[in-house]
């Protein structure tokens, strides 16, 4: 299949990243290649390669695939760091920017980066600026095309990653998503679905930039991927 789109994936078993696999399946022309420290159950038909292997050979494994996106959904909690900023650092700062430069090194052009709401290198919130500091630095590693996502609080199931203090969130955001306004607009609630078909449909763009996409741009770009997808039904129905 000379048109398939090949797309490499770190950060597969998680939220997103299960939600970039299951979206993936809705179309033949894209290929989800994830990489990955460890081997993870995958979702159910899920239609991909896997590679698992230490990050420091991760850019050994792009050369080998030569996708033409990366996205990355890599991220510790406070919880799972041990409530340790070096800790939390080294996965949410070092490890996704030693990804991009190994992506970038292996000729990927473009890349996908979930971040977050809030995200800014000047905040007073450790978490935000980290997230923060992690943008600004793939912003100087040289992709021809840089999408950062940052949603606000994810939706959707999580396995074996129990974070009560988040469902209880989800639970009342239907009620606090209206409440939150003007610049607290973009804390609300987002389903992980619409997150991954916005990742997967930027993924395949090829205008050069850096581009933040916020909940509503997020929105935008999965409603044109749920188009594409409805074109494609429509000329598998004609021919």
Same mark, same amino acid.
Request: proline letters at 3%; one cysteine or more.
């Given at each position: 299949m000379s048109d398939l789109c090949r797309i490499a994936l770190v950060g597969a078993t998680g939220l997103i990243g299960r939600r970039v696999i299951e979206t993936s399946n809705d179309v033949d022309d894209v290929r989800i290649i994830g990489v990955s420290r460890r081997e993870a159950p995958l979702p159910d038909g899920a239609r991909?390669?896997?590679?698992?292997? +230490?990050?420091? *050979?991760? #850019?050994?494994?792009? @050369?080998?695939?030569?996708?033409?996106?990366?996205?990355?959904?890599?991220?510790? +909690?406070?919880? *799972?760091? #041990?409530?340790?900023? @070096?800790a939390f650092r080294k996965v949410d700062h070092d490890l996704v920017l030693a990804t991009a430069e190994a992506a970038v090194e292996a000729g990927i052009p473009n890349m996908v980066m979930v971040?977050?709401?809030?995200?800014d290198w000047r905040s007073k919130t450790f978490y935000l600026k980290v997230k923060g500091?992690?943008?600004?630095?793939?912003?100087?590693?040289?992709f021809k095309r840089l999408d950062i996502l940052r949603p606000g609080l994810l939706r959707g199931p999580r396995t074996n990653d129990l974070r009560v203090g988040e469902k209880l969130a989800m639970i009342a955001s239907p009620v606090l998503d209206p409440m939150l306004g003007g610049k607290w607009a973009s804390y609300r609630s987002i389903d992980a679905r619409v997150v991954s078909e916005a990742a997967l449909g930027l993924a395949m763009r090829k205008a050069a930039?850096?581009?933040?996409?916020?909940?509503?741009?997020?929105?935008?770009?999965?409603?044109e991927w749920r188009q594409r997808l409805e074109r494609l039904e429509q000329q598998a129905e004609q021919d």
């Open positions: 991909m390669e896997m590679y698992v292997a +230490t990050p420091d *050979k991760w #850019g050994e494994v792009f @050369e080998t695939i030569k996708p033409r996106t990366l996205i990355c959904s890599l991220g510790t +909690t406070w919880k *799972k760091s #041990g409530r340790d900023e @070096e971040s977050s709401a809030g995200a500091e992690t943008e600004t630095a793939l912003s100087k590693v040289g930039g850096r581009f933040i996409h916020d909940n509503d741009a997020m929105k935008r770009a999965a409603r």
